[in-house]
């Protein structure tokens, strides 16, 4: 991870509160996410992972305390986040490249550019291909992939991830966290990626923020100091596994 004191982070959160309501869903959250960096936000069901996700995407407010990106104030959604959802959120209606091509399409890219842009994210993601298909020909894993390069070919500068995986088998899942490692050591944006996974978080991030619920807050940063490229049988992965897993578990 950069260092924090000589880089300014690409994401600062201070004393975040949100309700819903008179329900209170995050409280004190503050945070500093530097920029390149990967982080997963972890922790069990109501501890607002995709609540904070979603403040930092610019799709909901805080109720108190601010998100900065690259020093201005999340005010709503921007070009330079982009999000990826579990449910892989893609048009039925378009072929895999119209996916991708999407959000520069919008931007106003020209043809010959569009092509470029999705051949080279399509490639990323091992889908060139499938180009010519529909989401409805394609598995649970390969429209996650779509999903990933639609995001990417937006060329966002943070990339925030819900659980995308986790509605996928244990083997397909694994597969996509080996890519989008790959892709994350290819393209360096900033990831965000929110999970219930202890051995999800230690195998993607660099840093994880272990969360609790009632209100949501965090509970511990942890510096994953596994070595890349990571085992999933290795002595180090497991070291880290247990010591996530003692900070979730711990009550104090």
């Excluded at 530097?34 to 979603?54: H, I, M, Q, R, Y």
């Excluded at 959604?77 to 959120?89: D, I, L």
């Amino acid at each position: 991870m950069p260092d924090n004191t000589a880089i300014r982070p690409g994401i600062a959160i201070r004393n975040l509160v949100l309700h819903y309501g008179v329900h209170e869903v995050l409280r004190g959250i503050s945070l500093d996410i530097a920029d390149a960096e990967f982080v997963c936000l972890l922790g069990p069901s109501g501890c607002g992972k995709t609540t904070l996700l979603n403040a930092i995407a610019g799709f909901i407010f805080p109720t108190a305390g601010g998100i900065a990106v690259n020093g201005h104030e999340v005010r709503g959604p921007g070009a330079e986040r982009g999000v990826v959802f579990q449910e892989y959120a893609l048009f039925p209606w378009f072929t895999v490249e119209q996916n991708v091509q999407y959000g520069p399409r919008l931007a106003g890219v020209d043809r010959k550019a569009l092509n470029a842009i999705s051949d080279h994210y399509l490639e990323l993601v091992g889908l060139s291909d499938f180009k010519r298909h529909y989401p409805n020909q394609l598995s649970g894993g390969q429209r996650q992939r779509v999903a990933i390069a639609r995001a990417l070919a937006a060329k966002p500068e943070i990339l925030l991830l819900d659980e995308p995986f986790g509605a996928l088998d244990a083997m397909t899942r694994e597969s996509l966290q080996d890519e989008l490692v790959r892709i994350w050591e290819a393209e360096r944006r900033t990831c965000v990626f929110v999970t219930h996974s202890i051995g999800e978080a230690v195998f993607l991030a660099e840093t994880i923020i272990v969360m609790q619920a009632q209100p949501g807050r965090i509970r511990a940063i942890i510096r994953n100091d596994a070595p890349r490229p990571r085992a999933r049988t290795s002595d180090s992965y497991f070291s880290m596994y247990r010591k996530v897993d003692e900070a979730l578990r711990d009550r104090t």
